[in-house]
């Protein structure tokens, strides 16, 4: 009996060690694959941030790229526009330099453009899709033909800048030689140098006024409607000193002394010295009769 008692006392305890033994290596089987499902967790969250921040960083990179260029390009118009009114030579190396701004502008936007399909290849070998990253790359893939739209529109307008300046700097030169010819013109005035009678038969002067037919108290003048192909052009900026050849008797029009004098050579000839330009030539045109 005692026997027996003890066979399924020992019986009974074999069963429960090896129930107890089967939900230990259980249990421990479970916290194994948890450990490793953890660890396969925490390596793709891993992977996929430092995918995020790669992303980022050359996001953040052509976007900055993108605003550097913006700025230059504003800088470079500025440029162009003061180009515009310098001279020949200022602007054409105003030109210059910004011509090699802009191809600097154009190898940053080449750059940037490669770096946007690199982007736009990641995100479209990722097996998890971003909707907000796509955006963004397209956005910045806008951005980036905008600029280049605008890069073109103002190197084709600095190109031709080239045509403006010259265009520019002919109305300039059209206006000057107007000026000058105009200044020419005020500052020429006329005189011609002769006998009494020659000058009257030319019908350069003529007699006014007076008594018996003009014999008394008549005043000689310069003829209305004179021909200025019979006067010699002088400049009044350069000399204010006329030879003349024999004794001068009289000056018409009339001028006071007090701008004038007469200077008197061994050779019989005179020297009319203009002391006060401005007001000896009031009058443009000038007789002067020798005896």
């Not at 180009?83 to 210059?96: F, H, I």
């Not at 029009?253 to 006060?276: G, K, Q, V, Y």
Request: charged letters at 30%; aromatic letters at 6%.
């Amino acid at each position: 009996m005692k026997t027996s008692l003890f066979a399924i006392l020992f019986g009974a305890a074999f069963i429960v060690g090896g129930c107890e033994k089967d939900k230990t290596e259980e249990l421990q089987g479970e916290i194994s694959r948890i450990h490793t499902e953890s660890s396969t967790l925490q390596q793709e969250i891993a992977s996929r941030d430092k995918y995020i921040d790669e992303i980022m960083g050359a996001v953040s990179k052509v976007y900055s790229d993108l605003e550097m260029a913006k700025s230059k390009e504003s800088k470079l118009i500025r440029k162009t526009l003061d180009a515009e009114n310098a001279g020949p030579k200022t602007s054409e190396e105003v030109r210059k330099a910004v011509l090699e701004q802009i191809a600097a502008i154009h190898v940053n936007l080449k750059d940037n453009r490669r770096r946007l399909a690199g982007l736009q290849k990641k995100l479209n070998e990722s097996e998890v899709k971003y909707t907000s990253l796509d955006e963004m790359v397209r956005n910045l893939q806008e951005t980036l033909n905008q600029r280049e739209r605008s890069i073109a529109v103002l190197e084709a307008s600095v190109k031709g800048l080239e045509n403006t300046v010259a265009e520019n700097q002919r109305v300039i030169l059209q206006k000057e030689e107007v000026i000058e010819g105009q200044k020419h013109l005020m500052n020429t005035v006329y005189y011609i140098i002769g006998k009494e009678k020659e000058l009257e038969e030319r019908g350069i002067i003529s007699d006014e006024g007076g008594i018996l037919w003009g014999m008394l108290g008549s005043t000689t003048i310069l003829s209305s409607g004179v021909d200025p192909s019979h006067f010699r052009p002088f400049d009044v900026t350069s000399n204010q000193s006329i030879r003349v050849e024999g004794k001068v008797k009289e000056i018409i029009p009339r001028r006071s002394e007090e701008f004038f004098s007469l200077a008197h050579n061994s050779d019989a000839s005179e020297d009319l010295m203009i002391t006060r330009p401005d007001k000896f030539w009031q009058d443009r045109y000038l007789v002067i009769v020798v005896d």
